[in-house]
């Protein structure tokens, strides 16, 4: 079965610290992504990552992807509170549709 | 325009009423995909059209679902006989390869309330 599962679910962060959002999948895939969704709001592309070691970073955010153990994390550095949203990872898996992760829900406090 | 486009923005149905859902990709992108996303997770994929042909309609709930693009652009989504769990929202995404792409772009979507 094709699935994939981040984790946490939940996350309420202080300002300033830092932490990691996990995203494994199930089987082979070609490409692993990073979305970022509003409430409301339709979802943002953050990050597209192809080959395994590869690593993109934009502002506080860094994702990464191994792909030998199917793993794929998105850091957050020294968060503030607009990096509040839902973060959904995705991967296809040789064809063109995603499947995605059902979401880490993040907070940040002041 | 200048990204995806979709209407209405909401829409209420009586249960049992059709619906037609309308989505603009963005100018000259070739691939178009539909995702249905319940509330609290994540999109599920529902079908996907490379210009006018519809390649991959596996993700489609039911057989009163039904999908078209008949000129390559414009797609719309219709849903016959609405029944209370296809409340959700409707996402379409355009991209701009054939075949393997490297980012989608999103809609606003499309909030279905069946009552």
């Known amino acids: 079965e094709l699935k994939v599962e981040q984790n946490p679910l939940f996350l309420s962060m202080q300002e300033g610290k830092n932490y990691t959002i996990y995203c494994n999948y199930s089987?082979?895939?070609?490409?692993l992504y990073w979305y970022r969704q509003d409430p409301g709001k339709s979802l943002e592309s953050l990050f597209v990552?192809?080959?395994?070691?590869a690593v993109k970073q934009e502002g506080r955010l860094m994702a990464s992807l191994d792909t030998k153990a199917r793993l794929s994390t998105l850091h957050i550095t020294a968060a503030v509170h607009d990096l509040s949203a839902t973060y959904f990872c995705?991967?296809?898996?040789?064809?063109?549709?995603?499947?995605f992760g059902t979401g880490t829900r993040l907070t940040i406090i002041p | 325009g200048a990204g995806v486009s979709q209407s209405p923005r909401y829409k209420v149905a009586k249960r049992g009423q059709d619906v037609a859902l309308r989505c603009d990709p963005i100018?000259?992108?070739?691939?178009l995909f539909w995702y249905q996303q319940a509330l609290g997770q994540g999109p599920e994929f529902l079908t996907y059209f490379q210009n006018e042909a519809q390649l991959d309609k596996s993700g489609l709930p039911s057989d009163r679902f039904f999908a078209e693009r008949p000129e390559g652009s414009v797609s719309t989504l219709k849903i016959q006989r609405t029944q209370q769990e296809d409340s959700a929202v409707y996402l379409c995404?355009?991209?701009?390869?054939?075949?393997?792409?490297?980012?989608?772009?999103f809609g606003s979507g499309t909030q279905l309330s069946v009552l």
């Open positions: 995705a991967a296809n898996f040789g064809n063109e549709k995603l499947t």
């Open positions: 990552l192809l080959s395994n070691g």
């Open positions: 995404a355009s991209s701009g390869r054939q075949g393997f792409f490297e980012k989608l772009f």
């Open positions: 089987t082979t895939s070609d490409r």
């Open positions: 100018s000259g992108h070739v691939s």
